[in-house]
């Protein structure tokens, strides 16, 4: 059985404690891994501490190159990765495989960035440069949806602006992110990257630690509010990149099929485990019943089973909390609307619940209303585009939200009211290392990825010199 290690300061140790690690298609453990104390959290941020001067003084190209490093090393162990990903995650092989190209892309793109001086002002009267300097120790913490991409989305662009890292996945999914730990030991210096476990109970001491300078954060509102309240104290920046209800509004004039398959895709994609996943799609009145055959059709096919075993679309929910929330979900679908495709746990072990189509369901219904974060879809009818943007919009999330028809123009007009991050026209979850990721309202502050993201990791400093 292979032995996993966490990286403190440039060492692969044991952690003070341990953990099992469950497979959840079968909803048995599958391998056992270090699960550190609060101790060993403290020593990773002081040897990321103690990281930042010499790290932080190299040449940007040098940080750069080490990205490069990385990504080569990662896709050195591709396979592997691929496999304990689906073990630990549940998403089918395939889908891990895109993770891993997804990660590989990430992380070459950051490695192509640079936050160039900005000189403001240069004559005989003065000088004035606007600099980005690093901010010191920052902190990841990550949700277990997509444990090695948004790992390196954390690490990367903190690194390359000269920061040291304490990454720490959900308890649920350590796997990728401890092997991540053994590659990083051997690509970064001591101390810059560290990788440690826990069991959901080091996030709130690591995130109020006065030696940590930013706190970058994937995960629920309810806990991303949590952190910024915990380093209030200490004015940490934070990112946090929040839950999502995006709404998908499709008018009649698209083409069912086509529009189905793509709606479809982007709801189940990762058993609806998504933060930009579609988890309510509004239906014009016109195409509402053929729309609702469609989805329940491609619903009904889909192959439902372990990861692991070839053919399969669709893995089982990550964990037994989450199945739990979810079968709460299929019972509100139930009560409040029709349940066209799906809608029952597999009769098997692990954590399976079949695709789910619930139709005739409104505002105000709990399975529209709130995040399900899992493979329900509700359809709601609508017949007016006015009152369709406004019903979009009266969510507390803000993350992202897609038009859909064959008139582009009249599509991205209604786009542009929307109020998200992120507003698609015939696409969704269309996101990229080179364009930034945003969330209104409760959906998060800041931002990731791209050059604006990157700067969120540093500090501006204004150098002014009279002449
Ligand atoms: P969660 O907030 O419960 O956990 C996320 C991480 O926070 C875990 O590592 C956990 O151990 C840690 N944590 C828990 N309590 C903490 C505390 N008090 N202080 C600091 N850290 C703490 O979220 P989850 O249930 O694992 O993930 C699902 C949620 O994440 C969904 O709402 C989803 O929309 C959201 N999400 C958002 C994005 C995005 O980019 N916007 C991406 C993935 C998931």
């Not at 002002?121 to 300097?133: P, S």
């Not at 507003?423 to 996101?431: C, E, L, P, S």
Request: net charge negative; glycine share 10%; aromatic share 6%.
């Amino acid at each position: 059985m292979t032995e996993y290690k966490l990286l403190i300061g440039g060492q692969l140790v044991d952690g003070d404690m341990t953990m099992d690690v469950i497979n959840p298609a079968t909803g048995e453990p599958f391998c056992t891994v270090p699960r550190a104390s609060t101790a060993q959290a403290d020593a990773a941020i002081a040897a990321a501490k103690a990281a930042v001067p010499g790290w932080s003084a190299l040449p940007w190209a040098d940080r750069q190159a080490k990205l490069i490093e990385l990504a080569d090393a990662i896709a050195a162990r591709k396979d592997e990765i691929a496999r304990a990903l689906t073990m630990e995650q549940g998403k089918p092989l395939a889908e891990a495989l895109g993770e891993l190209a997804w990660t590989d892309g990430y992380l070459r793109h950051y490695a192509t960035l640079e936050l160039l001086e900005r000189i403001i002002q240069d004559d005989e009267t003065g000088y004035i440069a606007v600099k980005h300097r690093p901010l010191g120790v920052v902190v990841g913490i990550i949700a277990w949806n997509f444990p090695l991409l948004v790992a390196c989305w954390k690490i990367g662009p903190a690194v390359l602006a000269g920061n040291a890292i304490v990454l720490k996945p959900a308890p649920t999914t350590p796997v990728c992110a401890l092997i991540l730990g053994e590659i990083c030991r051997d690509v970064f210096p001591a101390g810059v990257v560290n990788i440690i476990t826990d069991a959901n109970d080091l996030g709130a001491h690591l995130t109020a630690h006065p030696d940590v300078a930013k706190v970058g954060f994937t995960g629920s509102t309810a806990t991303g509010k949590r952190i910024a309240a915990s380093g209030a104290d200490t004015l940490k920046r934070v990112t946090l990149e929040l839950g999502g209800n995006d709404p998908a509004i499709v008018l009649e004039d698209v083409d069912v099929r086509e529009t189905a398959q793509a709606i479809f895709g982007n709801a189940f994609l990762n058993n609806g485990q998504v933060c930009l996943a579609i988890k309510r799609a509004y239906v014009h009145a016109d195409i509402y019943d053929a729309m609702c055959g469609e989805l329940a059709r491609l619903a009904e096919a889909a192959v439902v089973d372990d990861g692991l075993q070839q053919g399969t679309q669709i893995g089982p929910i990550q964990n037994a909390m989450q199945f739990e929330k979810v079968k709460g979900f299929l019972e509100s679908a139930r009560a409040e609307g029709t349940v066209v495709a799906g809608g029952d746990v597999m009769e098997r072990a692990g954590y399976f619940i079949r695709p789910t189509i619930v139709r005739d369901v409104t505002d105000g219904d709990r399975i529209v209303d709130e995040e399900q974060f899992g493979p329900i879809l509700p359809l709601i009818k609508f017949d007016n585009v006015e009152d369709v943007i406004a019903r979009a919009n009266a969510s507390e999330y803000g993350l992202g939200g897609s038009v859909w028809s064959k008139d582009v123009g009249r599509a991205a007009e209604i786009a542009s009211r929307i109020e998200s991050g992120q507003v698609w026209v015939n696409q969704h979850i269309a996101i990229g290392p080179h364009i930034p990721m945003a969330g209104f309202k409760n959906s998060g502050l800041g931002v990731e990825q791209s050059v604006e993201g990157l700067a969120e990791y540093t500090q501006t400093q204004v150098v002014n010199i009279k002449r």
